[in-house]
């Protein structure tokens, strides 16, 4: 099933691939690879979600943050693809940068709120390399920021 289907079947509508908010651009061609920059988690309503895992947030609320990183994260993917996502070959890499207090030792279970939705997406070319990583803080307070790197 291509990628515009398995969106279709799981009833994802993406939401409009926000505007950087730096002197950067949302995302870069180079050969066959598609770099997308750090996306943050937008919900809906177009508001924030901020806040730091393990305090303001718990594990699952900050999985779904990252859910909606990887939903931005396809946005922008299909603008670059000039609106069609079965471009895409797969999933080559993500980071996850998850801003956590010090002891919090679960930075990969967050991130697979991203990779799961991306795997589902793209099904097995959707695999990819990825690191999790623990920073103290993220860019406007959010808990998790995503970028990733697609093959077309």
């Keep these: 099933m291509s990628a515009e289907d398995n969106l279709k079947k799981m009833n994802i509508q993406l939401p409009e691939p926000p505007s950087p908010v730096g002197s950067y651009v949302a995302s870069k061609i180079s050969g066959n690879l598609i770099y997308i920059s750090g996306q943050v988690p937008f919900k809906s309503d177009g508001k924030l979600i901020t806040g730091k895992v393990g305090k303001e947030l718990n594990l699952e609320e900050a999985q779904n943050a990252a859910k909606l990183c990887a939903l931005n994260l396809l946005a922008q993917l299909k603008k670059a ?29 967050v991130i697979n709120g991203a990779s799961d939705l991306i795997s589902k997406v793209f099904e097995e070319s959707g695999k990819h390399t990825r690191a999790a990583v623990s920073v103290n803080s993220l860019p406007l307070g959010v808990p998790v920021e995503v970028d990733a790197i697609f093959e077309i």
């Design 81 to 109: 693809c000039g609106g069609n996502l079965d471009k895409v070959k797969g999933c080559i890499k993500i980071t996850g940068y998850v801003n956590s207090i010090d002891n919090f030792t679960e930075q990969p279970k």
